[in-house]
């Protein structure tokens, strides 16, 4: 009896723990997600939100940035700067490689993006997903490809599963379309359908309208017209016999394209976009997500939904998602020097670290040219742009460190207080020389002193590797600084801005210098849609004050007038570039403005600037050797190592020269 | 097909019956003694009783079953019963190891009948080295298994390597199974006093039987039981001790330091909280002794019918670092019941909870300090932060800690409970004799919880950086169920054992995290993360795994009258974790043995007692596939539009359903030996594994749009050989016994083949040909002199930077005048880095034990030789040799114009980064060394004080980590050469693969002095 309740008892336990025999070796995940996701609806606007979020890890991102301005006649490489940065001032400091070009930056993420819009576009319609949804992935897919043939030349439309199809292969080889595929097969149509089915209106903050893609396709056709036109017989890859249009129009045919959106984005934008009243306020922090801002990479004071972590700048992803390129361009201005005794000098830290807009984290990676600050600035009175540029004026903010000392002595043993000025970069050259230390001198960067100025100087021709103004526009900005310096360390909370409102403006310029038509502008811009009439409106705008923004005082002033009675009769592409730098300086726009317009062996063969010790603010002109080949950048090596193919086939799938 | 092998099943239950007698009798030796305490255990199951002092015994046994009789020191004799109800049995001396039964998988066998690599080692002779964990106590103790430090800190367990590493994205554990159920717990779980034996399988001919599971060895634990009629016994075994920090870390002192900035020249002033008078010892200010204790009780025992073991444990122990502690308890049980004459049931069960505090405290801000920062204000008490020349940092002292631990504003805990189960029932065929059916259930269920908070201003320079907490847990629940058929018969000279098994097995684990700053009541410290605002909580992402293992396994041993022996394997696996079409795989595996000592032509040797050939091939696997891997996956990625939030998903890993195991061949050959009446014995083995289809990781062309696939594209190999040697060097004269054990072992581990035919993968670190663990740097040679040949073509630059600083090797071309055509670099084409292989060349370990009238003395050694030793400290990654001055500096002889033949680059010069150019070159060591691991010192009480007493009573004193020996790293650095961290941990910038195991800074290593006492009555 006691034998069978045991049998009884074993068997049991045995059915019960052996029930489910084939259903052990079945898997359900319940923590991460398949590919299987794609196929649903919340997949579909999931990967929406992805197509958005991959911004981040391209602009922002510093190493890219820097890719964009060094080397052109915005930027060159400052006293920290490594082989990334030294290698694209083409000066002599190494050769740009595939390993040391950081285009990387884009290749990678891009395709990722291009594979899940593919997804999207292939699942989306089935799913009965709305077009204007759709149109948002269409938009990126175009947009996506746009960065890559400026960047790379000709590039892959076939992912593994066919051409411009989602690719769910492990297919390890790629082969290259030519510049007009990509134009005519994605980038024309995807941008095209975009205009056509996206709303006036963004579905969310940031999110793509007409308006977005329109100048998007208009940049792309100027920009294809100009490849078409090849003025200086720049090369292309993978070559072409001759640059015909697959559909057989010309370069005028694509200007005139250019013109026609570009106008048209300026005339229906209704009260989506507008430009800001101040140059100053299209770039201050409090006033950023602005109607003027068309596209931006967003990131806000949440460590999970901005990509990084707040407090510093080691979050989960390291910086790959962070907003950090104004660190590059920032000198180490925390090495400045004030005394805490009027008559030894007993040096005291007195421009610290804060997350501030006209401070933040110093990389000194990269630094402006005197010639930027010089030349592309030339006004500095009336275009308020420079002003609202850069930090020109480094106050002191020593309470926000804890020290209590009520006033400080600094140049000339003068005293300052909290908010003078410590630093200040003159506009011009002034009428008394300014006496430089050798060395690094009692403010410790080698700053030097005016009679009866208790802040230290350095005017444009003793702008350094080493000390040089920042770049207030793209400084951080955050809410939670209290009384202290805040979290300076940490990947800048605001957005990094991609398109504005006023390109469009420039665009249809270009387009117009370039032989468009013009035809009038209506709406709250109206014009005669001439390049002059349209470059004024930006010139009318920069002419226009509310707050002096490096003398930290109130300013209400209008110089519209004297700006657009400044601006030339005939607008030219120099003109245009010109322009391009002031309203755009620092953001990324510098090296794809030259290399469009051929113009960057012209503008950014030699330049100046001082070297990189303390005290040392001797002008250097240094050349460049910008060749032609420097027009595109090397395909990653990450992609040529990853290829299965043989070694001719690699190096027929690199670009030239590289 | 499962219900039919149920049924099958049930119908033995329902049939088994048979008649059980009581057999009583007496063991005597050749000259009539009576033996006592020699085991009489019922052929073909567990059942046993031990003799008496009279050397009598009684158990209760089927009429037609088979005793076997056995004692240290005795040949093991097998007695039929026969339906005799008195059985007396004489034992003949052998030697004393060549008749141990050794625990195998999914049963036991006798130590000479094993053809396969089988080690094994008693608890007892585990716990010569007092130590909470038996993977501590395992290190250098068996040829063959590496056993590495990963971490310094209290209750850290080893990193356990039987013959190498087969797999470069897998696991290289061992498969450990506790009491015949697959452990998936940690060895830091079990508490060493419950340990009766620990076997270890080393070859494919024996750990093929575990299938999927068996490539990386199998380590079978085993513990303590009652046996049947034996009087309840309680044991109490306990030591309390200090630790004392083996060594500081080689940190400069204020003079040293004063002058290396001097020589540095980079920080020509000091910073505000620095004076060059002033020299503080930051590590006294932090370090205080260790307390080690620990308590074990247990009590064993048995009825006429059951027996039954029981154990509670406690231990704890304090670190140097102030509030860093581990405590366990741990309770063990087991059960054992035999009803009617074929039935047997029994349970185990081992739990523990467990508590390891204050991991947050790192020590690389104390060891930086520099030595003329003062630390105290004016007024004597302690800074916030002292201000160096160009860094600030928070003080960490003692004091501090101490404080903030009692104010409750700056912990860390992981609070742990585990609890393994196993029931099985047993019944034995009565119509066929030796066949037997059993059933084994597992479950277990293992959490971890941890908790940390940070208060307002803690451990920041910023007094107003706000609070931060943070929770998580992960729950552990696993299930097996095993049957298991066998038949164990002898026919005259034939021998016969056949397994049958059907098993299968799941495993779910489950996590959750979250963290929150600016906590409104620090009170609440990680209580209460709801509490914070909104905006101020991240919930993380949750994981879920579970996979399931279902096998049927069948295994014949014969052996022909003790001469010729064969064992033969084959296992079916299917996992879960593959995808549908490729989940089942058949692992083979055959081994052979030849007694020659029982051969006639060996009968005369008679310096030989023992000579045994084995040769063993088979193939296992190793579950490398993780969870979920066949069917991709998307990564997610959260974006905020303006103010609303939302998770973005692409494409990260495309599936892959032809995804499968790698695969191990393994051959092994061994001779087993015992000479001069067992005196000495030993073992030699060599053995050869090939792995095939390695599982790596494919980076894809980005142009695919997605990263990499997982492929099983790879080879590996380990090859080697291995000697263990073990003898009484003096038998019991005047008193005095002296035992020796050595064993040294050699593995040869080379990556055979990575994907696409590549030599190398430097992004990875593997490199075909070399070491899985290998490192690819440059070499240095030297320093550059002034005269130096071709210095400026090398090493462009000025003089006064690149003169004293680090010259490495140059790879490339030289011109016809012998002038290199390059300088040294990494562009492309002109990359003058090594490989260097981090394994060593032998490793092995000794044991010592000399006893006289009751006092003992035993020591205990491991040793290793040749290999890298990479210590951060010395290199880059840890920012403690940055040679400039900014921080405190190693303490080393470094290049001046005045010492132009020093190790150490001159400082301040030729800097790339932060630190000298090729610096990490300076954390390459050999790492070789040897070690005692402790000496002990015992005297037993029952040798006069309490002979013939039932009391036994032994006390101890130790010493662990007496000294080091043959270590260049030691004899520079005075350091323990043990590593203490894996690659990527406890230095400045994460700098090697977390495989590759290092010094830097975690809780620096002890030397430990025990007292202890093993009382059983």
């Known amino acids: 009896m006691k034998l069978l309740k045991l049998n009884i008892f074993i068997g049991a336990a045995l059915l019960l723990s052996m029930g489910g025999c084939k259903k052990i070796l079945d898997e359900q995940p319940r923590a991460g997600f398949t590919p299987d996701y794609f196929q649903t609806l919340q997949g579909v606007q999931g990967g929406i939100t992805s197509l958005y979020a991959h911004l981040r890890t391209i602009y922002g991102q510093g190493y890219y940035y820097n890719t964009c301005e060094t080397g052109t006649d915005e930027a060159t490489y400052a006293q920290s700067a490594d082989e990334n940065f030294k290698v694209m001032d083409i000066s002599g400091q190494g050769n740009i490689t595939s390993s040391n070009s950081r285009a990387d930056v884009i290749w990678g993420p891009s395709y990722s993006d291009i594979n899940t819009a593919s997804g999207i576009i292939e699942n989306g319609g089935k799913l009965g997903v709305s077009n204007a949804l759709l149109a948002e992935a269409k938009f990126f897919r175009g947009f996506d490809y746009f960065l890559l043939v400026q960047t790379f030349g000709g590039v892959p439309l076939d992912l593994g599963s066919g051409e411009l199809k989602f690719n769910t292969s492990a297919i390890r080889t790629s082969k290259r379309n030519t510049v007009p595929e990509v ?62 249009d697959p559909a057989g129009h010309n370069a005028q045919y694509y200007y005139q394209q250019a013109y026609d959106l570009a106008v048209a984005g300026i005339s229906n934008a209704g009260a989506n976009y507008l430009l800001q009243p101040t140059y100053y306020d299209v770039n201050l922090a409090q006033n950023d997500r602005n109607k003027e801002i068309l596209l931006w990479a967003d990131h806000t004071e949440n460590s999970t939904y901005t990509g990084g972590n707040i407090y510093d700048g080691n979050g989960p992803n390291g910086l790959n998602q962070d907003n950090y390129a104004v660190w590059m361009m920032t000198a180490n201005y925390t090495n400045i020097r004030s005394s805490t005794s009027s008559t030894t000098w007993a040096a005291i830290s007195s421009v610290q670290r804060e997350a501030e807009q006209h401070l933040g984290r110093p990389y000194n990676r990269m630094c402006p040219t005197i010639g930027a600050v010089k030349n592309n600035f030339p006004d500095k009175t009336n275009d308020s742009r420079y002003d609202g540029t850069f930090t020109t004026v480094y106050r002191g903010n020593w309470p926000k460190g804890g020290l209590t000392n009520p006033t400080l002595y600094n140049a000339n043993f003068l005293p300052v207080t909290p908010g003078s000025a410590i630093l200040s970069f003159l506009d011009d050259e002034p ?22 100025r208790p802040d230290w100087v350095i005017s444009p021709n003793g702008i350094s590797r080493l000390i040089y103004p920042g770049l207030w526009k793209m400084g951080p900005y955050r809410t939670d600084n209290g009384t202290g310096l805040g979290y300076p360390n940490a990947g800048l909370t605001r957005p990094f801005n991609i398109a504005k409102f006023s390109e469009l403006f420039f665009i249809a310029a270009e387009a117009a210098v370039k ?41 209400v002033q209008d110089n519209s007038a004297a700006m657009i009675a400044a601006t030339p009769a005939t607008i030219d592409i120099d003109y245009i570039l010109a322009e391009r730098s002031r309203e755009y300086f620092g953001e990324g726009y510098r090296w794809y403005d030259l290399i469009r317009t051929q113009r960057w062996t012209a503008y950014a063969s030699t330049y100046q600037i001082c070297g990189a010790a303390a005290g040392d603010h001797t002008i250097q002109t240094v050349t460049r050797s910008i060749d032609n080949h420097h027009y595109l950048r090397p395909i990653p090596q990450g992609q040529i190592d990853a290829m299965q193919s043989s070694v001719e086939e690699k190096k027929a799938y690199q670009n030239l020269g590289y | 097909m499962c219900t039919a092998f149920l049924l099958l099943l049930l119908t033995f239950f329902a049939q088994a019956q048979n008649e059980n007698i009581t057999v009583r009798g007496r063991v005597t030796n050749e000259s009539g003694q009576a033996v006592s305490s020699a085991s009489v255990a019922l052929k073909g199951t567990s059942i046993g009783v031990t003799t008496g002092n009279d050397g009598s015994f009684q158990i209760l046994a089927p009429a037609n079953g088979t005793l076997v009789i056995s004692s240290v020191g005795f040949a093991t004799i097998e007695v039929d019963i026969k339906g005799q109800t008195t059985l007396n049995a004489k034992l003949t001396t052998s030697g004393t190891t060549m008749e141990q039964v050794v625990v195998i998988g999914y049963g036991t066998q006798r130590k000479e009948a094993v053809t396969g690599s089988v080690a094994s080692i008693a608890g007892d002779k585990l716990r010569d080295i007092p130590t909470p964990n038996i993977s501590q106590a395992l290190q250098g103790r068996i040829a063959g298994v590496d056993i590495s430090q990963t971490s310094t800190r209290p209750g850290a367990t080893m990193q356990i390597r ?41 070859d494919a001919s024996a750990t093929a039987i575990y299938g999927s599971r068996g490539a990386n060895g199998v380590i079978l634990v085993t513990t303590n039981r009652g046996q049947k009629g034996q009087k309840a016994r309680v044991s109490y075994n306990g030591y309390t001790g200090i630790q004392t920090v083996f060594a500081k870390y080689p940190m400069m002192d204020g003079p040293e330091f004063v002058a290396l900035r001097k020589a540095a020249g980079v920080y020509s002033t000091n910073g505000l909280d620095e004076k060059n008078d002033v020299n503080t010892d930051w590590q006294d200010l ?65 739990s523990n909870y467990n508590l390891s505090e204050g991991n947050q405290i790192g020590i690389y801000a104390n060891l930086s300090n520099t030595p003329i920062s003062n630390p105290y204000n004016a007024d004597g008490t302690l800074k916030k932060t002292v201000k160096m020349t160009l860094d600030e940092q928070y003080v960490l002292t003692q004091d501090r800690i101490d404080s903030l631990h009692d104010a409750g504003t700056w912990l860390n805990e992981t609070r742990g409970f585990a609890s393994y189960n196993s029931l099985y029932g047993e019944v034995s065929v009565p119509w066929v004799k030796g066949l037997k059916y059993r059933l084994n259930l597992g479950g277990d269920f293992v959490q971890s919880n941890n908790g940390g908070f940070t208060g307002a201003g803690v451990n920041n320079i910023l007094a107003t950086a706000v609070s931060s907490a943070n929770i998580s847990n992960t729950h552990t629940y696993h299930w097996t169920a095993e049957n298991i058929l066998t038949y164990d018969r002898s026919f005259g000279a034939h021998s016969i054992n056949v397994l049958g098994l059907y098993s299968a097995e799941q495993t779910k684990v489950n996590g959750s995290s979250m963290s929150a700053t600016d906590i409104p009541n620090e009170a609440f410290q990680f209580y209460n993360l709801g509490s914070a605002l909104a905006t101020n909580i991240t919930v993380n992402q949750g994981t879920y795994q579970q996979s399931g293992l279902m096998s049927y396994m069948g295994r014949v041993m014969y052996s022909y009258n003790n001469r010729y022996m064969l064992s033969a394997t084959v296992r079916s696996d299917a996992s879960s974790r593959l995808a549908p079409g490729h989940k089942w795989h058949t692992y083979p595996a055959v081994s052979v043995g030849w007694n020659l000592v029982n051969e006639n032509f060996m009968k005369d040797i008679a310096v030989i007692n023992n000579l045994k050939l084995r040769a063993g091939f088979g193939q296992t696997s190793n579950q490398a596939v993780p969870v979920y891997s066949t069917l991709g996956a998307l990564a997610q990625r959260p974006y905020n539009f303006g103010s609303a939030y939302a998770i973005g998903y692409y494409v990260s890993q495309l599936p892959n359903p032809e995804l499968d195991w790698e695969y191990s061949k393994t051959i092994n050959l061994g001779i087993d030996f015992g000479m001069f009446r067992n005196r000495l014995t030993g073992t030699v083995e060599y053995y050869s594994t090939k792995t095939e289809g390695v599982l790596q990781s494919v980076g894809l062309p980005p142009t695919s749009g997605v990263a990499s696939i997982v492929q099983n594209i790879g080879k590996t190999q380990n090859k080697g050989i291995e000697l263990t040697l073990n003898g009484t060097i003096i038998n019991n004269a005047n008193g005095w016994t002296w035992d020796a054990g050595f064993n040294i072992y050699a593995n040869r581990n080379k990556l055979v083949e990575l994907a696409d035919g590549k030599t190398q993968d430097i992004g990875n670190g593997w490199f075909v040909g070399h070491n899985i663990n ?16 071709y210095r400026s073509v090398l090493e462009p630059g000025v003089d006064s930077q690149i003169v004293g600083s680090i010259k490495v090797l140059y790879t490339g071309a030289y011109d016809a005048t012998g002038k290199p055509t390059r300088a040294i670099g990494t562009n492309a084409g002109s990359d003058d880095r090594q490989i260097m292989d981090v394994d060593p060349d032998f490793g092995g370990g000794f044991n010592t034990r000399v006893s006289y009238k009751g006092f003992d003395l035993s020591t205990v050694g491991v040793f290793k030789s040749g290999g890298i030793l990479i210590s951060t400290l010395y290199g880059s990654a840890g920012y403690l040799n940055l040679e400039s001055g900014r921080r405190n500096n190693v303490k080393i002889d470094y290049w001046t114009p005045d010492n132009t033949d020093a190790k150490y680059p001159r400082p ?59 270590s260049p790293y030691h004899k520079e650095s005075g350091m323990d050469p043990e590593t203490n961290s894996y690659g990527n941990e406890n230095q400045a910038v994460a700098s090697y693969q977390r495989r590759l195991l290092t010094i830097g800074t975690n809780t620096p290593s002890t030397r430990n002095y025990i007292l202890g006492v093993n009382l059983t009555f």
Do not use: C
Not at chain 2, 774 to 789: E, M
């Open chain 1, 183 to 244: 134009y005519t097969k994605t980038i024309f149509p995807d941008l095209t359908a975009a205009v056509n089915d996206l709303p006036d209106a963004p579905r969310v903050t940031g999110g793509v309208t007409k308006t977005v893609a329109r100048l998007f396709l208009a940049k792309a056709y100027l920009t294809y017209g100009w490849w078409l036109e090849n003025p200086n017989n720049i090369p292309t890859y993978p070559a072409v016999a001759n640059r015909t």
């Open chain 1, 431 to 452: 009428a008394t020389a300014i006496t430089y230390p050798s060395g690094a001198g009692n403010s410790n960067v080698g700053a030097g002193t005016l009679p009866g």
């Open chain 1, 515 to 555: 032989g468009a038509t013009p035809k009038a502008v209506t709406g709250p811009y109206a014009n005669d849609g001439s390049a002059r009439a349209l470059i004024n409106v930006i010139r009318a705008r920069a002419g226009k004050w509310r707050f002096d923004n490096n003398g930290n005082v109130a300013k």
């Open chain 2, 162 to 202: 039987i013959r190498g590493d087969r797999s470069l994205t897998g696991s290289n554990d061992p498969l450990v199974v506790l009491d015949g159920i697959p452990y998936i717990g940690s060895l830091g779980d079990l508490n060493p006093n419950d340990i009766k034996s620990i076997d270890i399988l080393k």
């Open chain 2, 286 to 350: 932090m370090f205080q002794n260790g307390l080690v204790t620990d308590h074990s009780v247990s009590l064993v025992g048995g009825t006429q019918q059951g027996s039954y073991s029981f154990g509670l444990g406690y231990y704890q122990n304090q670190a140097v670092i102030p509030s860093q502690q581990y405590t366990r308890y741990s309770i063990k049980a087991s059960v054992d019941q035999q009803i009617g004459n074929f039935f047997r049931v029994g349970f185990t069960s081992n």
């Open chain 2, 774 to 789: 290998a490192i690819y740097d440059f070499k240095k040679i030297g320093l550059w002199q002034k005269d130096d040949p």
């Open chain 2, 908 to 966: 301040g010069r030729n800097i790339s980064g932060d630190n000298p150019k090729y610096g990490s070159t300076l954390g390459y060591f050999n790492a070789s060394y040897l070690k005692i691991r402790t000496i002990t010192l015992g005297y037993d009480f029952n040798y006069k004080l309490l002979k013939g007493s039932d009391v036994k009573l032994r006390m101890y004193a130790t010493v662990q980590n007496p000294f080091v020996m043959f």
